[in-house]
């Protein structure tokens, strides 16, 4: 037995540890839960945040103990932060992003399944989070249907003529591949004349403008003068 008093020190410091797991903010996932996205995905980026407690310091996010994991349809590891074979990962202490450029780009379309564990430097773990994400990207060209094309090839306009146009459709390949239709900015169409004004004549260019009527799937050239 302990005989005699026992003083207890109040004002001296106690010692405590951080206790509660990193913070993953959802509505910041990319690629983003249900999203379909139409060109390669470089990259994979979240916010992650450890939250101090009253008295207790946050120790920070574990970087290298954070995992993301990204398999395909057939379950099938793309990219696994758990090995060295994965890109650069990265996190930004000002914007609290945890981010990965990835060493292989995904290019495959399929639906995708990503799994995210953030980890504290003191070892607590936040409970995983999965969610999905498409890669549809359209490879086939547009199709030019020439059948279509206003004024027909060889016809005689007896009218003033202020535009030209032709049907162009652009699909997906498959079911799963969304199209990502016509490029005003890629697709070009020219129209020329011969202009006789001269001794010799020249072939020369009819200035205009480019529209698609996305309703007729119709490129039209609508003459400036």
Do not use: C
């Not at 914007?95 to 060493?103: D, E, G, H, M, T």
């Amino acid at each position: 037995p302990i005989i005699g008093n026992i003083t207890i020190d109040r004002t001296a410091p106690q010692t405590a540890s951080d206790n509660i797991p990193p913070i993953v903010d959802q509505t910041t996932l990319l690629p983003a839960p249900g999203s379909v996205i139409g060109t390669p995905v470089l990259a994979s980026s979240v916010k992650i945040t450890d939250t101090a407690q009253e008295k207790v310091t946050a120790s920070g996010v574990n970087v290298s103990s954070t995992i993301i994991v990204i398999t395909n349809s057939a379950g099938k590891k793309i990219i696994d932060t758990s090995n060295s074979d994965h890109g650069t990962i990265n996190y930004n202490n000002v914007f609290n992003v945890f981010s990965i450029n990835l060493s292989t780009q995904i290019t495959e379309n399929d639906v995708y399944t990503a799994r995210l564990v953030a980890v504290d430097l003191t070892g607590n773990v936040a409970a995983p989070i999965t969610w999905n994400f498409t890669v549809s990207i359209d490879t086939k060209a547009p199709v030019a249907d020439f059948t279509s094309i206003n004024p027909r090839n060889g016809q005689l306009v007896e009218t003033p003529l202020n535009a030209v146009s032709i049907r162009i459709t652009d699909s997906g390949q498959a079911a799963n591949v969304l199209a990502s239709g016509v490029s005003l900015a890629s697709t070009t169409i020219k129209v020329t004349y011969m202009d006789t004004s001269t001794t010799t004549a020249k072939e020369k260019d009819v200035l205009g403008l480019v529209s698609y009527d996305t309703v007729n799937n119709k490129l039209i050239y609508t003459f400036l003068t």
